[in-house]
T-cell receptor, first 116, second 114 residues
Framework: NAGVMQNPRHLVRRRGQEARLRCSPMKGHSHVYWYRQLPEEGLKFMVYLQKENIIDESGMPKERFSAEFPKEGPSILRIQQVVRGDSAAYFC??????????????FGEGSWLTVV | AQSVTQPDIHITVSEGASLELRCNYSYGATPYLFWYVQSPGQGLQLLLKYFSGDTLVQGIKGFEAEFKRSQSSFNLRKPSVHWSDAAEYFCAVGLNTGGFKTIFGAGTRLFVKA
């Protein structure tokens, strides 16, 4: 009964490098959400994806950040040319969007990105 | 604009005392409402949720929450706090705006003293 799986749990990158964070949703879930949590702050919505489609990316920074959820494989959040301000915990969540689930989202354990 | 407000950044209660964490939301329709808990270095765990029906909902770990439409509130309560309840608590609103997304309050950090 695997939940939402995120990897890596911890990632260290130098300024200017790329960071790739992966998320496998719960079994049976086809909707993925990415959130960012900065130190001492709440969760900020970034992007909502279904398989092969971006539904809502209103929370994504305009540059350097991208997300995908291919037909096969995990969802990927990609941050190019990382800067120190990108250091944060990135949480993935998934849902089934079935009516009786009420669109409840379930979270992974998070990926902690540190930019040095 | 839709928003979730948790007015208390920190709360400290004594072990065994009762707890109430406040949450207010701003949304035109009846929202889906959630409470999540986060321990340090961990992900978020769902405590309880409200979609419709009985406005008093029971959750895990002895928590409950009451939806009050007139006050746009969804406060979380527990009659007797245990030291293991020390964590960060997030109220959230699920919005159906074309797509569906969940937005979170800033969180309330709960400290429990012996």
């Amino acid at each position: 009964n695997a939940g939402v799986m995120q990897n890596p749990r911890h990632l260290v990158r130098r300024r200017g490098q790329e960071a790739r964070l992966r998320c496998s949703p719960m079994k049976g879930h086809s909707h993925v959400y990415w959130y960012r949590q900065l130190p001492e702050e709440g969760l900020k919505f970034m992007v909502y994806l279904q398989k092969e489609n971006i539904i809502d990316e209103s929370g994504m920074p305009k540059e350097r950040f991208s997300a995908e959820f291919p037909k096969e494989g995990p969802s990927i959040l990609r941050i190019q040319q990382v800067v120190r301000g990108d250091s944060a915990a990135y949480f993935c969540a998934s849902s089934s969007r079935k009516q009786d689930s009420g669109n409840t989202i379930y979270f992974g354990e998070g990926s902690w990105l540190t930019v040095v | 604009a839709q928003s979730v407000t948790q007015p208390d950044i920190h709360i400290t209660v004594s072990e065994g005392a009762s707890l109430e964490l406040r949450c207010n939301y701003s949304y035109g329709a009846t929202p889906y409402l959630f409470w999540y808990v986060q321990s340090p270095g961990q992900g978020l765990q769902l405590l309880l949720k409200y979609f419709s029906g009985d406005t008093l909902v029971q959750g895990i770990k002895g928590f409950e929450a009451e939806f009050k439409r007139s006050q746009s509130s969804f406060n979380l309560r527990k009659p007797s706090v245990h030291w293991s309840d020390a964590a960060e608590y997030f109220c959230a609103v699920g919005l159906n705006t074309g797509g569906f997304k969940t937005i979170f309050g800033a969180g309330t950090r709960l400290f429990v003293k012996a």
